[in-house]
């Protein structure tokens, strides 16, 4: 059968609509013909009014009745974070979340090269005159600039869904971004899925890794001295020149080396380093540098995507590779250390270490300290978590050391075997007390020579696990050591010190010990 004209035509229009095929145009058209006069004068009237009476606000480009939409006028919101959306849609399901009081920009579309869209078919130009407007500042701040950094941080595809990435006014021209702000994007990024591509994560990263070489004096068995030459990689922690990497990759260098993305090379200088957590911090002479982005280990999980940046083999600087996070809170043993680190299938070679682990996001997860080797293993790298890296960095650039990390002033060594036990005077094997620095320790009665069998109530069987278990507690706890002292069993209980405070009394002590000497 064929349809009235006055049906057919209606049919035609609904049709027109987005994903509205035949058969829904048709049920939709049924449907108005038995609407009642006054719903259909309300119906028609209500799609009248939306084509008359919508229109994009002057400021942001969201829709609204008035010149100026509710969220440009509200003076309740942050107008110092703009949050970039693809179009008006967007804005609703942000909004209905309730956790982001910034203000918005509608770009009315993304930057999609494959669809013929590039910076000039989408709204950057008044993203650009709003900044300089409200800041009354002019930042030089390129049309096509924009548009790589929108490549880069925003969802480049509109099959993806609502993209959005936050901008500090603020910061916007300068050389980083604020914390609160990276926040925000991640936020929004995670609640509407906006993931990056390995493309994307890399060249959001690629200038904030960086190669490092280094030269250190070894001496051979006859005495002569000799140069031998090592290689790594670092991440960028401040702009200012502020490099973090691993504390074995410089670890005794006489000079250290430093080759940016650009290829420009600087001397530098060892701000600080930790050997426990295997973290380092030095320096560079220049400003203008782009510092990576930091996560969080809440934002970290098992089988999500894992981007590893840095210069295997010491020759390939920029490399990246991808995988997946494998593992979480993984306990490794390292050059006799026992460390908690993130499982990556990513892979690792030898020059990486000190390198960036990107998550989805392109925000530093991990920093690179080392891969399982061996014939038949491929697969296995490891990073220290950001959240350690992070913590470590600020008070190695602050004091020079980690601060507040427990110890209990004892210098142990694992007895492995009879024969080894039996060389320092014992017999059995584990965990032995080479000596006693700390002033708590001392106090509370330990002595070289015990052989620690519990700590609290945990069974002792090797240095690791002591260590450990002391890294659980804080400065200032009481711990109970159970020790074995000739055929006698003691418990002694000792109040944790701060490790670094131990250790410059150490080292003022040996130094008062060699002026006598002298």
């Given at each position: ?9 209606l ?7 987005p994903s509205i ?8 058209s049924?449907?108005v013909m ?5 719903d259909i004068?309300s119906f028609?009237?209500?799609i009248v009014?939306?084509?008359l009476?919508i229109?994009?606000?002057?400021i ?8 100026i939409c509710?969220i440009?006028s ?5 107008s ?6 693809e179009?008006s849609?967007n804005i609703?399901?942000?909004e209905k979340?309730?956790s ?13 090269p494959?669809?013929?869209?590039g910076?000039?078919?989408i709204m950057?130009?008044s993203?650009?005159?709003r900044?300089?407007k ?5 930042p030089?701040?390129?049309?096509k600039f924009?548009?790589?950094m929108?490549?880069?941080c925003?969802?480049?595809s ?12 603020s910061?916007?021209?300068g050389?980083?971004v604020?914390?609160s ?7 929004l990024?995670?609640a509407?899925g ?8 890399v ?11 280094t030269e ?14 090592g290689a ?5 922690y401040?702009?200012?020149g502020?490099?973090?990497?691993n504390n ?7 000079s250290?080396?430093?080759t940016l993305y650009?290829?420009k090379s600087?001397?530098a ?5 930790d050997?426990?957590?295997?973290v ?9 540098l ?5 996560g969080?280990?809440?934002?970290v999980?098992v ?7 840095g210069?295997?083999?010491?020759t ?5 590779t991808?995988g997946i996070i494998s ?6 043993t390292i ?8 499982q ?17 996001y392109?925000?530093l997860?991990?920093l690179v300290?080392?891969?399982s ?6 697969g ?11 913590s470590v960095?600020k008070s190695?650039?602050?004091n020079g050391?980690?601060?507040g990390?427990?110890?209990a002033?004892i210098q142990?060594?694992d007895?492995?075997?009879?024969s080894?036990?039996?060389?320092y005077?014992?017999s059995?094997?584990?965990v032995?007390i080479m000596?006693?620095t700390?002033d708590?320790a001392k106090?509370?009665?330990l ?7 519990y ?11 002591l260590?450990k278990?002391?890294q ?13 002292r000739?055929?006698d069993i003691?418990?002694?209980d ?5 490790s670094?405070?131990i250790q410059?009394?150490q080292n003022?002590k ?9």
């Amino acid at each position: 059968m064929n349809y009235p004209d006055s049906l057919k035509v209606l049919i035609d229009s609904f049709k027109k609509l987005p994903s509205i095929g035949e058969k829904t145009a048709e049920r939709l058209s049924f449907a108005v013909m038995n609407m009642s006069e006054e719903d259909i004068n309300s119906f028609s009237k209500a799609i009248v009014d939306v084509k008359l009476k919508i229109k994009k606000c002057s400021i942001c480009g969201n829709i609204t009745e008035n010149e100026i939409c509710d969220i440009c006028s509200d003076s309740s919101r942050d107008s110092d974070i703009i949050c970039v959306v693809e179009d008006s849609k967007n804005i609703i399901s942000l909004e209905k979340m309730g956790s982001y009081r910034g203000k918005y920009h509608v770009l009315n579309g993304l930057i999609s090269p494959m669809d013929g869209k590039g910076p000039d078919d989408i709204m950057l130009d008044s993203l650009l005159q709003r900044i300089k407007k409200e800041k009354n500042t002019t930042p030089y701040v390129t049309k096509k600039f924009f548009a790589l950094m929108l490549v880069v941080c925003m969802v480049i595809s509109a099959a993806i869904g609502a993209g959005a990435y936050a901008l500090a006014i603020s910061n916007f021209g300068g050389t980083s971004v604020d914390k609160s702000v990276h926040t925000t994007y991640y936020n929004l990024a995670k609640a509407t899925g906006s993931e990056l591509s390995i493309e994307e994560i890399v060249a959001k990263n690629e200038n904030s890794v960086v190669a490092i070489e280094t030269e250190s004096v070894a001496t051979d068995t006859w005495l002569r001295q000799y140069v031998t030459q090592g290689a790594g990689s670092g991440v960028i922690y401040s702009e200012d020149g502020y490099i973090i990497t691993n504390n074995h990759v410089i670890d005794g260098a006489s000079s250290i080396q430093v080759t940016l993305y650009n290829g420009k090379s600087y001397p530098a200088t060892l701000v600080a380093t930790d050997a426990q957590t295997d973290v380092a911090v030095i320096k560079i002479d220049e400003t203008g540098l782009t510092p990576v982005s930091m996560g969080s280990m809440d934002q970290v999980s098992v089988g999500s995507l894992a981007v590893a940046i840095g210069n295997p083999l010491g020759t390939l600087s920029g490399t990246a590779t991808d995988g997946i996070i494998s593992a979480l809170e993984r306990e490794i043993t390292i050059d006799g250390k026992s460390m908690t680190l993130i499982q990556t299938s990513a892979s690792i070679n030898p020059g990486n270490s000190g390198g960036g682990l990107f998550d989805q996001y392109g925000d530093l997860i991990g920093l690179v300290v080392a891969k399982s080797s061996g014939s038949d293993v491929e697969g296995l790298g490891f990073a220290i978590p950001v959240d350690k890296v992070e913590s470590v960095a600020k008070s190695l650039i602050k004091n020079g050391y980690v601060e507040g990390r427990p110890a209990a002033g004892i210098q142990i060594q694992d007895l492995t075997d009879s024969s080894t036990a039996m060389q320092y005077g014992v017999s059995i094997t584990g965990v032995y007390i080479m000596g006693v620095t700390g002033d708590n320790a001392k106090k509370a009665g330990l002595q070289q020579g015990d052989m620690v069998y519990y700590i609290d109530d945990v069974k002792v069987t090797d240095s690791a696990t002591l260590i450990k278990e002391i890294q659980k507690h804080k400065v200032g706890d009481t711990v109970t050591f159970t020790i074995v002292r000739g055929g006698d069993i003691l418990k002694v209980d000792v109040q944790l010190e701060d490790s670094a405070k131990i250790q410059q009394k150490q080292n003022t002590k040996d130094s008062t010990k060699a002026s006598d000497k002298n």
